[in-house]
């Protein structure tokens, strides 16, 4: 059997433990839903979960859609939607304490934020995954700011399986995912396709979004969001030198 046979392979034991990077609250569940089903107890951790010390009056944009008020800590509604959500899929939740830059701007927004590499660092060392999947980073900037993260907590090492997947619904403006593999074919990494093992009840990964009841108004009309997942599925990626 030649080398070919293996390319986009997880090695045996790699999904044992898995540990799933999302920059939001909900991003998991979009973009990994089916994964998730199909390798319950897979810990996701959120990078950008925490409350701002106060939001701005009038809300952001986004917080607005979502049909959020002055006065709400919008924050943790979505704390409690992803609680159900991760249960739907069977997966836990962790959180840092980080704020996202709609609430709380950072001056380089796509840039590691401060204490993020150590914080997801102290995580890995406590639960010690098999396996890491980390986001590709596709235009939103939490999104690449995590993913910028994610790169250097791998570079520190480990010995673990490392997976990346495309940002949804990012991965269909035109353009965008062709301009990330670039960057990082500039950077000396290569991108391949991998063929991690997922569920197809897709039904249930759509149940499983639902429960961000807030969140819908904003991402499934805009984006035809449902039928985009259920057609185009989910893409993981493995990034090698």
């Given at each position: ?106 001056a380089?927004?796509?840039?590691i ?13 406590e ?55 670039a960057?990082l ?16 009840d ?9 429960e ?11 984006w035809?969001?449902r ?15």
């Open positions: 059997m030649g080398q070919e046979a293996e390319w986009g392979f997880e090695q045996p034991g790699d999904l044992d433990r898995v540990l799933l990077l999302s920059p939001h609250l909900d991003d998991a569940i979009i973009s990994c839903g089916a994964f998730l089903l199909a390798h319950p107890g897979t810990t996701v951790v959120t990078l950008f979960a925490a409350s701002p010390a106060a939001y701005s009056n009038p809300l952001n944009e986004h917080d607005q859609v979502c049909g959020f008020v002055p006065g709400d800590d919008t924050m943790a509604v979505r704390r409690a939607e992803d609680d159900r959500a991760l249960a739907v899929v069977g997966a836990r939740p962790r959180r840092l304490a980080f704020c996202q830059n709609s609430h709380e701007s950072r380089d927004p796509i840039a934020p401060v204490g993020a590499a150590d914080s997801i660092a102290a995580v890995i060392e639960l010690d995954p098999t396996a890491v999947l980390a986001p590709l980073g596709l235009l939103h900037v939490d999104h690449q700011a995590l993913h910028a993260t994610a790169l250097a907590v791998r570079a520190a090492g480990g010995g673990r399986a490392w997976f990346f997947y495309s940002d949804l619904p990012y991965a269909f403006i035109p353009g965008v995912l062709g301009a990330r593999l960057r074919h500039k950077q000396g990494i290569t991108a391949s396709p991998a063929a991690l093992p997922v569920s197809h897709f039904d249930r990964k759509w149940k499983a979004f639902c961000y009841t807030t969140q819908l108004p904003a991402m499934d009309a805009p035809r969001l039928d985009r997942l259920a057609r185009a599925g989910e893409s993981y990626w493995v990034l090698q030198p």
